[in-house]
C-alpha cells in the first residue's frame, strides 16, 4: 500500500467524545494518514476495550476479519491476542502514531501475524538540548511457547525457595468462622417484580419472542389509556373497571389517586378486562387532590406506572421490544421514591451515559437479562426510557428554511405592476 494512502479504521467500543479525539489526531499530527471506515471497507479496527460491551464486540468482530491488525486502547494491562498492539491510556500521540506506522508496515508487508506490543507512556521526563520530554515504553510480549517455559521456571524456583524458607507448622487450633448475626435480615426475593426466567440467546429471535409480554387490556394499559385521555382533554379522568373505583389521573399534575392496595394492584396486573368492562369518566375536581373520597392519597403518575409495569412484566419484554437496537434513558429515575428493581443504579448510570442495546447491559454489568428487561419495562411505561435514533441522525441539526427576502420584493413589484395594468 503506498505511504500515501491513508489506513482505514474501523472503530468499535468508542463514544463519540473517543472518536472526534482520534480524528482530530488523525487530521491533525498523523496529517491525514488515517480515516474512518466502516465493514469490509476498513484495513485495521481501533478498539477501546473500556467501552461498554466493547468486549463482546470485538470478539464477533475477531470471528467476522480474522486477519484484521488491531490496535486496543485500555487503561489497565489486559490479556489480549499475541498480534495485538495495546496502548495503555492516557495515550501519547507519538504512541498513536507509532501504532499507526506498525500498523501500516504489517499491511504493507502482509505480516499480519507479527508480535503484538504493549505500549505505556511513563511520567518521568528527560531533559535534553529540545527541553523536557516524556518517555515511552514498548514491551513486546513474548510468545506463548516462552511466556509458558518462564512462568513455569519461575514458579518452580520461587516454590523451592518458599518451602526452605517457611517455618515449622504452629500447633494453634485453625480460627473459627464468624458467624453471621442472628438478626440479620434475609435477602429479598425480587420474583414479584423480575420473575425467575433464565436468560435467553437474543440472537434467537423465537426465544426473545417467547420472553415478551403483551400488556392491551391489563390495568397498566388501561392506566397509560388513561393518563393519555388526561392528557388530550386536559382533565382529571376517573378510572373504573367492573363497577369499581381504580383511580384518578391527572396527566398537567402527574400524580394519580388510587382506591386499590398495592396487594390487589399486584395480584390482578396480569389480568385482562375488555372495553365493555371499562369506564372513563371526566371529573370536575381537578387537581386530584380534591377528589372526593374514597379515592386515597395522591401519589406521583411515575411512581404508579412503574411499579404497575414491575408487576405486570416481571422480567419479561413488553411486546414490540427490539433487543438488537440501542435504548436509553431520558434522565435519572428517582429511584428512592420509585418501586425498587435490582441493579437499578448500576443500569440507570449506562443508559444515561450513553444508548446500549439490552443485551449488552447484562453483559456489561454481569447480570441476569431479567433485572434489565424489569427494569426497561418499568422505565418505558413511566416515559422514562425509549429506543435511541442514530447518532448521525443528531450530528448536525437541521436549519429552517429562511424566507427569501429578493423574492419577496420582485413579488411585490409584480403586483404593483398588474394593478397598474388592470
Known sequence: MPTSTPILFDLIGANVRTRNALQMAFAGRARGSCEFANGDAADAVIVDLDGIGARAEWSKYRHQHPRRPSVLLTLNDCTVPETAIVLIKPI?????????????????????????????????????????????????????????????????????????????????????????????????????????????????????????????????????????????????????????????????????????????????????????????????????????????????????????????????LPAGTSVRERVYLRRWPNLPRLLDVPDAMRISALLVGQPLALPRVAEALQIPQRHVFAFYGAAQAAGLANHAKREADNLLASVPPRKHVERSFINRVVGRLKRLVA
Open 92 to 316: 501519547r500521540i507519538e504512541a498513536l502514531l507509532s501504532a499507526v506506522d506498525d500498523i501500516r508496515r504489517r499491511i504493507e508487508t502482509g505480516d499480519i501475524n507479527a508480535p503484538g506490543i504493549t505500549v505505556r507512556a511513563t511520567t518521568e521526563t528527560a531533559v535534553g538540548p529540545g527541553g523536557p520530554t516524556t518517555r515511552i515504553t514498548a514491551t513486546t510480549r513474548p510468545s506463548r511457547r516462552e511466556a509458558t517455559a518462564t512462568s513455569q521456571t519461575t514458579s518452580g524456583s520461587q516454590s523451592r525457595r518458599a518451602v526452605a524458607a517457611s517455618p515449622p507448622p504452629a500447633s494453634h487450633p485453625a480460627p473459627s468462622k464468624i458467624a453471621a448475626p442472628s438478626g440479620s435480615e434475609p435477602a429479598r426475593d425480587y420474583r414479584d417484580v423480575c420473575g425467575h426466567l433464565p436468560d435467553i440467546n437474543c440472537e434467537d429471535l423465537e426465544q426473545v419472542r417467547q420472553r415478551s409480554f403483551d400488556a392491551e387490556g391489563t390495568l397498566l394499559d388501561w392506566l397509560r389509556r388513561t393518563q393519555i385521555r388526561s392528557d388530550n382533554m386536559r382533565k382529571a379522568i376517573s378510572l373504573n373497571i367492573q363497577d369499581k373505583d381504580v383511580a384518578i389521573i391527572s396527566s398537567m399534575e402527574r400524580v394519580a389517586r388510587v382506591v386499590l392496595s398495592d396487594e390487589i394492584l399486584r395480584n390482578n396486573a396480569s389480568k385482562r378486562f375488555i372495553a365493555n368492562q371499562v369506564r372513563m369518566t371526566e371529573i370536575a375536581t381537578d387537581p386530584p387532590q380534591a377528589a372526593p373520597r374514597p379515592f386515597g392519597e395522591p401519589v406521583s403518575l411515575e411512581a404508579l406506572l412503574w411499579k404497575m409495569a414491575l408487576w405486570t412484566y416481571r422480567g419479561r
